[in-house]
Every structure is written in C-alpha cells, then in structure tokens.
C-alpha cells in the first residue's frame, strides 16, 4: 500500500511539474479577450444591464473604459471583470502634482476597489501621436506621480500604470525587423516611459490596426486570409498577417532601446461591419474573419515571427456600435453588439445559452452569416481541398492556419500525418484542423474557393485528418 501511494505521488508529481513546464513554454501575459466599453451613443443600455450580459452571455472577463465613469465601475462591481480606467488626456498635466494624483485616486478608483476589479490605470490615449509638447513633457513624470499615489493607498500591487500608443511612435515598421521609435521621442519619452513600465511590472500599450494600414492588395493580409505573405530580408521570417508584422515592428523599436523584455498588451484592435463606398473591407462578413481570426491568433500561444510561443492580452473595439461619433461612417460601426446587446456578428464570444436565445438577424444591417445556420447534415464532416485547387493557393492555406497558432505538428518532418508529402495532402490536414476548430458553417471551409465539405474521412483513403 506503501509503495502504491509513493508511486502514485511520484505521478502526481510528475504531472503537475510538466504541466508548468508546458505553461513556462508560452510567455506574455495572458492571452485573453477583452472589450473596449466606449459610450459616445445617445442609446445605449444603462452600465448593470451591460455588465450583466458580459458576465452571463459572453466569455468576455476584461474591459476597458475610456474615462473612470463611476456609474459603469457599480456596474462592474462583485462580477470579478477587469476593468482599466482611463485618464483623460487634458487632466495628464495635473497629474505631475502628487497632491492632485493622490485626490484623484481618492476621488475615482478607492470608492470601487475591492468591489470592483480595477487592475488598470491608463494615462491618456495616443498622447504622443496629438504632438502636443505639454502633453507629452507630462506623460512620464504623470505615470510616476500616479504610481506614488497609488502606492500611498496600498493599491500599487493591484493596480498597474500604462499608457497606449498609436503605430504613429515608429518611424520605420517595414520589414518588422527595422521598427524603431521615433528620433527624439525614442530617448527622451519612450526610454524613461519603458524604464518606469520594467521598474513597476506592467506592459507597453499599443493600437495595431490592421484596417487602417490596408490596401485592395492587402486586404487578405490584413484579415489572416490566405496569402503569399511578406518576407522579411534581415530577419528571413515570413509573416502571413499584418498584426504580426505590425506588433513585431513595435517589438524591434523596443529592442532597440533595451526592452525586449516587456510584455506587450494590444490595447484596441478592431474592424468596422460597415462603412463608406471609398473603404476597403467594411462589411460584417469581414469584421467577423478579422475579429474572429484576431482572437483565435493572440490566444492560441504561436506568438509572431519575433515573439514566438506567447499570447496577448488583447481588447477588442469595440462593444457597442456608438452613434454619437465623429468621421466616417466606419467610425460609428466598429461594435460587435447593437445596443440592444444582439451581435452584429458571431466570432464566438457568446456562452451556448446566450446564442441559442438570440434571434436571427433582428434588425436589417450586414451579417457575416446567420447567427444558427442549419446544419448540412447530422453526421460527421470534414474539410477537404477541391479536386481542381492549385495547389500555390493550397500552400497559402496551409501557411495560414499554422500561422494562426493551429496545431500542425501532425504535418511536419516525422509527424503522424506528414506522409504522403504532398501539398495537397498536408492541405487536407490544416484546412481541416482549422473547419474543426470552428462553428462548422459553409463559409469555414471556403478558403477562397479552394476548400468543400464531405461526409467521406478523407483518412480513409488519404492520410491522417484531424477530427
């Protein structure tokens, strides 16, 4: 009996130590979803009513706000959500006094905390891109001030400090391998702004936006399609989505300058479901691949070319779609909800109770596809490659999925399914693997065409097809 329960321990042992051994592989911060909750609409559900479905109906566990609105922090309170807060870009200069930053923290975060998770102050928004000289003289001594205050208050081991930055800091981003700061910037904000995030543990803050930077030739690249990629010369790494090239691109700048070390959290990213004739992508069916791709890739722990086997703490823009803004149509139509809280699109946020009980299509506005379509049939299906594929664009298909963080072990030299070698074979395998992983609809198996749905295991009669 003795020898049984010392083998048994000795199990146990070893199983735990290789659980943390297969976390250690994976670095960054966790790689959850979260939401910026902007409020710049004149109908919008009240704050309990917003924090209640995030809790029931989504799988949503982080928010960002974009002031410290008190009534949305009750909202927030005994739900365990993270929530970061926002100061204001005009208060940053007040915040250099520490007896302003300790009334503000008094003030703003002390009446909600506990009850409320507030992990995250953020001072301003894309303070260096407004070119403001006050502003920006500011950002760094306002950090450090607000940090004091909170250590002042017991709150600094709960509470971190950061500020996020649009893609306008760089100066060069392609190749990734090139990216740098801006020359003045780089030494006089960026590196004490860096010193003070490595000094207090918490992650540098940007704004990728692949919609902004794409083209008709791009937009493939851009919403983790199929594509033949970019090639970075220095580096020989082959990017297959425009975020990898663009977070990559901030994490050279931060090399640069010694920083490599910080974690990166994506502070907003997103796609808007409609826009204005001259926009390239803005529909429903494109915010969804991008959204959903978007948060299939950050979470899935394959990192980018330069930050491999890591995730991201990213937040998706926006919750709702707010009416109130200014600019383009686009701008009023990044939400993945109506105010009515039914989703403009499914990237799969939604708990099962909460998706079975929405209906299709309430109001007439763009959709990716029906929210429950019918199935095709009630028996099992696969993913297959047409007959007639070529195979350039069946190779596209296979770097896209293993680029989204899919496992394609099965595939490489020595894997269960790496014979027969052949492209159309190894296809099979990761057009599958990808189909499987997702809700299972028509359009999961498109790939531009290339892709079609059976009924027949295709490892019965080629190679090994994941199920």
């Not at 290789?18 to 909750?37: D, H, K, P």
């Amino acid at each position: 009996m003795a020898k049984e329960f010392i083998s048994l321990s000795s199990s146990i042992l070893v199983t735990v130590i290789s659980f943390f051994l297969a976390s250690a592989l994976v670095r960054g911060v966790e790689g959850t979803i979260g939401v910026n909750y902007g409020t710049v609409a004149n109908d919008l559900p009240p704050p309990p009513q917003v924090a209640h479905f995030l809790l029931e109906s989504t799988v949503i566990n982080r928010v960002r706000l974009f002031d410290a609105n008190p009534d949305i922090l009750k909202a927030f309170a005994h739900t365990g959500i993270a929530v970061t807060v926002t100061v204001p870009n005009d208060q940053i200069p007040r915040l250099t006094k520490l007896n302003f930053a300790q009334q503000w923290v008094e003030d703003n975060i002390q009446p909600h905390t506990p009850a409320t998770n507030i992990v995250r102050i953020l001072l301003g928004n894309e303070v260096i891109s407004t070119a403001n000289k006050l502003l920006i003289g500011s950002l760094v001594p306002a950090m450090q001030t607000l940090h004091t205050a909170l250590v002042a208050a017991s709150l600094d081991r709960r509470i971190q400090v950061s500020t996020p930055h649009s893609l306008g800091i760089l100066s060069d981003s392609s190749p990734p391998s090139t990216g740098k700061f801006r020359q003045g910037y780089d030494t006089h904000v960026l590196r004490p702004l860096l010193s003070f995030l490595r000094a207090t543990n918490s992650p540098f803050m940007v704004n990728p936006y692949p919609f902004f930077g794409c083209s008709p030739d791009t937009l493939d690249y851009a919403l983790f399609r199929p594509n033949a990629g970019v090639f970075d010369e220095n580096t020989k790494l082959l990017y297959t989505n425009m975020l990898d090239a663009q977070l990559d691109a901030v994490f050279s700048a931060m090399k640069l300058l010694g920083f490599n070390d910080l974690e990166i959290v994506i502070a907003e990213t997103g796609w808007p479901s409609l826009g204005d004739s001259t926009q390239v992508g803005v529909d429903a069916k494109s915010a969804a691949e991008y959204n959903g791709n978007l948060r299939r890739h950050v979470t899935s722990g394959a990192g980018t070319p330069l930050m491999p086997n890591r995730t991201f703490e990213t937040y998706i823009f926006a919750l709702f779609n707010e009416d109130l803004k200014p600019g383009p149509t686009s701008e009023r139509n990044f939400g993945l909800f109506r105010p009515d809280m039914t989703p403009v699109y499914d990237i799969g946020i939604l708990r099962p109770t909460a998706r079975s009980s929405i209906p299709n299509n309430p109001t007439p506005v763009p959709t990716a596809a029906p929210l429950n379509p019918a199935p095709r049939s009630k028996g099992k299906q696969w993913c297959h490659p047409k007959t007639d594929a070529d195979e350039n664009a069946l190779q596209r298909n296979i770097d896209y999925v293993c680029g989204l963080g899919l496992d394609c072990g099965p595939i490489q030299e020595d894997g269960a399914c790496f014979l027969p070698n052949t492209v159309r074979a190894h296809a099979a395998f990761a057009m599958n693997v990808y189909y499987q992983s997702t809700e299972k609809n028509e359009y999961d198996c498109d790939f531009e065409q290339t892709g079609a749905i059976t009924d027949v295991d295709p490892s019965n009669y080629d190679h090994h097809t994941s199920s």
